[in-house]
């Protein structure tokens, strides 16, 4: 057995995909000027993304797998999708500007 444990593990890499997070949201305020509807499907699709993390994780580690694969498809989904269409949005308005 290792220093660190899965669970210890877990919350270190969930602590920098949250400072990550929150500073591309940072970055798409100042840098890009996207507006508020996109920061808002920004914001909730990457707490999403790591609360699916978290579950999908902590369910392996606690050998239940089927828990798992259904918090990845009722977490993981919503994720992909409201990032997507953060993405898509903040694609056309900086179309639009140039």
């Known amino acids: 057995m ?3 444990t899965g669970i210890e593990v877990l919350f270190f890499f969930l602590g920098v995909l949250t ?5 591309g949201i940072l970055y798409l305020k100042i840098k890009t000027a996207a507006d508020t509807q996109t920061l808002l499907l920004s914001t909730l699709g990457l707490l999403l993304l790591v609360f ?7 369910s392996v580690l606690e050998q239940e797998h089927q828990a798992a694969n259904m918090g990845l498809l009722f977490f993981g989904l919503p994720a992909v999708l409201f990032i ?8 056309a308005t900086r179309s639009s500007e140039e």
């Open 2 to 4: 290792g220093i660190f």
């Open 19 to 23: 400072t990550l997070s929150v500073l």
């Open 52 to 58: 699916t993390v978290a579950w999908s994780v902590s």
């Open 84 to 91: 997507g269409m953060a993405w898509k949005r903040l694609s």
